[in-house]
């Protein structure tokens, strides 16, 4: 007993001895850790606006010169690795040697906000202890001109632990710039018909309060009589302290043909980019009033606002022939008067299908045309390059006599195969018409000056009662709009096509498989966007069938564009289309600029049969240059378009320090000016110290099994004593 006694109490003392030495602080010394190699990223503007010379010599030659200097890089690679990145339009890596051999700044965009993306997306973030660390340069006059956010883009670099530290190059006050640009309304006119040519003037970083617009004409003649020289028109506008003024030029000629008028602005003081002063427009002037026929076997809301919209448009004249009983045939001519229980022409089918430039056939014509009248349409459109359009689908009843006369001669015009009966399937209401692929580039739907302008008014146009649907298209027939419910399908299967369009020979034929268009002539305040949509699309329909449909007499292929103008850098959609499929004879397409300089469009085929080829040109400099299609080595079809200047990179020059310190503060980076880039050694400097770790003393207490030693030998010190009946 007194020996377990006395071995207990020297492990009791043997507990309490340890605790006093740990606590009395033995230690381990752990050795310093020196920060590693670093990598500073500078990253350079070599857009356009940095070429403007607010700085000396010029915004890039000051950046590369402030932060490319070897000496700086000598500096600051003794502790980094330098790696030199330039951004326009995209992130590329290059070199200081590069930028130092050539400090160009060409590019058309500003994306600064990718450009801090692509920063924050590099391995590492900040980087770590053991690499030294990271260090982001961004030098910019911090103008964006695309369409990124710069401070999202921060948020980014924050979140990756990425400080960017910024250098503003340039000054707050824009070079002083004028950009015209012009369009013609409406695009096609008639011999003797007076047009306009609406012309903006914008604005920027000049102080002047009006400018000089002229508008020169290739041929054409003037509406007005202030013309300054041999073909010429001038107009003073003011801004009125806004950016933007508007001139308008009534234009007006008498001979059929394709005429360019130049817009020019005369320079401000001081202007230095004149490319974006000038554009070239073109008009298309057709021989006269063209003459239409609209005829119905039995009265509908679709031909009757049909004909009112055509009877407003003065370059239209009109002839209505409607059935309106057994024996009662009313004809009504625009600006004339009327006949009515009209037996002659009902008898001996006095109308004839060649007097007309564009034909319009509403419903139940089985009621109302005779048999020559019949077998003559199909002559009209192949054999005298006819226009005809079906108003709302299948034109007549195929189970009477003459409507199964009708369906045997019309097989080869129509578009579409109709279904069994006297209709095809229908969709009914809640079913809108909005423009197919090929429809937006359509002259039918150009609602508005500007591509968004008219999709805000196709999307107020309300729905149609009624889709008819054709059991297949035609071979070489193409799909202008379609139709779908509010969440764009029907009945969970495609979309239904609701205007289609077809050559056939020398003619054209278009077939609106829609019922209850009318209502787009009916809209409510909510839907003002679409007024006046519903005008136009017959119009411009009625105007594209007699000049731009497809083929012209005598054509073997045809061109269709999206635009006639178009701002560099923006790309145009050109389609080419020829009658029929020759082995042998390859359709080509080609742009010729100015100087004579072909340049080819890759081409793909459009549905079956390889009769409709589209591709697309991006338009790269200033000027007029033609587009030309060839079938073999043949020359087919021409078409001319004028390309404007018009670069924000040029013309909004004012730099934007804010956005840049905005861009710093956010990340925790620093503002450094181009002429105090040595400061960024001492923030270097500053980074690679706060990496550095010290020695450190680790005591032996604060070490886990140190305590849960001492903690298992009192507790067998404690279990010793229970043994012995000490406790």
Request: charged share 25%; hydrophobic share 45%.
């Amino acid at each position: 007993m007194g020996l377990a006694a006395a071995g207990l109490g020297v492990m009791r003392l043997g507990a309490v001895g340890a605790v006093v030495v740990v606590l009395h602080g033995p230690s381990v010394v752990e050795p310093a850790v020196e920060a590693g190699r670093g990598v500073v990223d500078v990253v350079i503007d070599t857009s356009g606006s940095m070429s403007r010379d607010d700085a000396e010599p010029t915004r890039i030659g000051a950046a590369v010169a402030a932060w490319l200097d070897p000496g700086l890089a000598a500096r600051i690679d003794a502790t980094h690795e330098l790696r030199v990145w330039s951004f326009d339009d995209a992130v590329r890596a290059t070199t200081a040697r590069a930028l130092r051999d050539r400090p160009a700044a060409e590019g058309g965009v500003t994306r600064l906000a990718d450009a801090v993306e692509a920063m924050a997306e590099l391995s590492g973030g900040g980087g770590s202890a053991a690499e030294g660390g990271r260090a982001v340069v961004v030098v910019s006059d911090g103008r964006e001109t695309g369409e990124g956010s710069v401070l999202a883009a921060a948020e980014a670099a924050r979140e990756a632990g990425l400080a960017v530290h910024v250098s503003p190059i340039g000054s707050m006050d824009g070079s002083p710039d004028l950009v015209v640009s012009a369009r013609v309304e409406p695009t096609y006119l008639m011999a003797g018909e007076s047009g306009r040519v609406v012309v903006r003037v914008l604005r920027s970083g000049a102080a002047l309060d009006e400018a000089m617009v002229r508008l020169r004409m290739d041929g054409a003649s003037a509406g007005d009589d202030d013309a300054a020289g041999a073909g010429a028109l001038v107009r003073r506008v003011t801004f009125g302290g806004g950016r933007m003024a508007e001139a308008v030029f009534a234009i007006e000629e008498r001979r059929p043909g394709t005429y360019a008028m130049r817009v020019e602005v005369d320079p401000a003081l001081g202007e230095v980019e004149l490319r974006n002063n000038h554009q070239t427009v073109f008009v298309d002037v057709l021989a006269e009033r063209l003459r239409v026929l609209l005829i119905e076997g039995q009265p509908t809301w679709d031909a009757r606002f049909v004909a009112k919209a055509l009877r407003d448009d003065d370059r239209i004249a009109l002839t209505q022939v409607t059935r309106l009983s057994g024996d009662r045939l009313e004809r009504i001519e625009s600006g004339g008067g009327e006949s009515s229980d009209d037996a002659a022409d009902d008898a001996d089918g006095a109308i004839d299908w060649a007097g007309f430039d564009v034909v319009l056939l509403g419903g139940r014509l089985d009621r109302v045309l005779t048999a020559a009248m019949v077998d003559g349409l199909p002559g009209y459109v192949g054999e005298d390059g006819g226009r005809v359009v079906f108003l709302h689908g299948r034109a007549y009843d195929p189970t009477t006599a003459m409507g199964a006369r009708m369906a045997a001669a019309w097989r080869g015009i129509e578009p579409v195969s109709w279904g069994e009966g006297a209709r095809g399937g229908e969709v009914e209401r809640g079913v809108r018409v909005r423009p197919a692929s090929a429809g937006w580039m359509h002259p039918a739907f150009l609602f508005a000056a500007n591509r968004s302008a008219a999709r805000a008014a196709i999307d107020a146009l309300p729905a149609v009662s009624a889709v008819e649907e054709a059991a297949a298209l035609k071979h070489a027939t193409e799909v202008l709009a379609e139709a779908a419910s509010g969440d764009g399908v029907i009945d969970g299967g495609d979309a239904l096509p609701a205007v289609v369009s077809m050559p056939y020979d020398r003619g054209v034929v278009t077939a609106v498989l829609a019922e209850g268009l009318w209502r787009w002539d009916m809209l409510s305040d909510e839907r003002a966007a679409g007024l006046g949509a519903y005008e136009r699309f017959w119009s411009n329909t009625v105007r594209w069938m007699a000049l731009g449909g497809a083929f012209r007499p005598g054509q073997s292929a045809a061109l269709r564009l999206s635009q006639r103008s178009v701002r560099t850098g923006e790309a145009v959609e050109i389609e080419a289309i020829r009658r029929t499929i020759e082995l042998g004879r390859a359709l080509k397409v080609a742009v010729v600029d100015e100087d004579g300089v072909a340049e080819p469009v890759p081409l793909r085929a459009v549905g079956g049969g390889g009769l409709r080829l589209r591709g697309q040109w991006v338009a790269r400099e200033a000027g007029v240059v033609r587009v030309v299609a060839t079938l073999g080595d043949e020359p087919a079809a021409e078409a001319m378009l004028s390309v404007y200047e018009a670069d924000r990179e040029r013309l909004e020059t004012a730099a934007d320090h804010a956005t840049l310190v905005a861009l710093a503060s956010t990340t925790g980076g620093e503002v450094i000016e181009p002429g105090e880039a040595d400061a960024l050694l001492e923030v270097l400097r500053r980074q690679q110290v706060a990496r550095e770790v010290p020695p450190r003393v680790e005591y032996v207490w604060d070490r886990w099994w140190v305590m849960a030693a001492l903690c298992c030998w009192l507790g067998l010190e404690w279990i010793g004593r229970r043994l012995a009946g000490m406790v």
